[in-house]
């Protein structure tokens, strides 16, 4: 797994802690729902097009501890 080197200082998200700035850290990709599914399309009363999404992928930090494990 490839360690990133901070810029700033950011929060872990597994773990809560601070990752400060110049600390190793990496950044995982975390889905929520389908994100590979297309949107659906739904129709509102007034005749518009409303869509719904499906999922959505996202980019999370993790500190040097949590990415060990």
Avoid at 27 to 54: C, F, L, N, W
Wanted: glycine share 12%; hydrophobic share 30%; aromatic share 6%.
């Amino acid at each position: 797994m490839k360690m990133t080197k901070s810029r700033g200082v950011y929060k872990c998200h597994n773990c809560s802690g601070a990752i400060s700035k110049g600390d190793l850290y990496r950044k995982k990709t975390v889905s929520i729902g389908s994100p590979h599914k297309p949107d659906r399309a739904i129709k509102t009363e007034g005749g518009g097009v409303a869509y719904e999404m499906q999922g959505i992928r996202f980019a999370v930090k993790l500190c040097a501890l949590c990415a060990a494990e």
